[in-house]
């Protein structure tokens, strides 16, 4: 099957301070979503991109289909923005979505 | 808000009970899924559900039991559960199958605890 790779698994930025979040993936897909799973364990849709690149406020991601690759900006951190953020993909066939194992995010005040 | 809920959002049940878990969508998509959420692994895909047919069954044992009366409901029958079965279930929709490239959408979870 498909493997889906996040980086890094862990991150702890002091309040204010700016991220990248990254997703591999080794083969080709259909679909790509970026949520956050907040500490009450809900899925947040971020966003649905498959390709190209998207912006949300302080938020915005880049997928490169070709290259197999997501990113995850986030910009000004908030202790809000705390979690764990996932990258899921469907992979041509499959009717699954597959996530990765995900980027635990501290923001500290 | 989602558009997606899930209830009871805990759940402790012995291994001889027998308890159900609920999903409901107002999203009017035709495609529904449990997935199950264990500590230190990736989401799993379960079930799924597209116009109230099971067209998915990722090898879960027959303890799980899955029900879907209409495109707006979706059910999780459980009995004679295991320890290790202990885990956040989560229940997403999507307007079509993944296959179709479409958005998906979770509800909150139930989290079941088995002792």
């Known amino acids: 099957g498909i493997q889906v790779e996040q980086s890094p698994p862990d991150l702890i930025l002091q309040e204010g301070a700016n991220s990248t979040l990254r997703c591999n993936f080794s083969d080709s897909v259909n679909n790509l979503q970026w949520f956050h799973q907040n500490p009450w364990g809900q899925l947040i849709n971020l966003f649905y991109i498959p390709s190209g690149t998207k912006q949300n406020g302080r938020l915005s991601a880049t997928t490169v289909a070709t290259e197999r690759y997501s990113l995850l900006y986030i910009s000004s951190s908030q202790t809000t923005d705390s979690g764990v953020y996932f990258c899921a993909v469907e992979h041509a066939g499959a009717n699954n979505l597959f996530f990765g194992t995900g980027t635990r995010l501290t923001v500290i005040p | 808000e989602t558009g997606v809920t899930q209830t009871p959002r805990h759940l402790v049940m012995g291994m001889t009970n027998k308890k159900s878990l609920k999903c409901e969508q107002h999203l009017g998509h035709n495609a529904m899924y449990w997935y199950k959420q264990s500590a230190k692994k990736p989401l799993e895909l379960m079930f799924v559900?597209?116009?109230?047919?099971?067209?998915e069954n990722n090898s879960v044992p027959s303890r799980f039991s899955p029900e879907c009366p209409n495109s707006s409901h979706l059910f999780l029958h459980l009995h004679t559960l295991q320890p290790e079965d202990s885990a956040l279930y989560l229940c997403?929709?999507?307007?079509?199958?993944?296959?179709?490239?479409?958005?998906?959408?979770f509800g909150q979870g139930t989290r079941l605890t088995v002792v």
């Open positions: 559900y597209n116009f109230k047919e099971q067209t």
């Open positions: 997403a929709s999507s307007q079509d199958s993944f296959r179709g490239g479409t958005e998906a959408f």
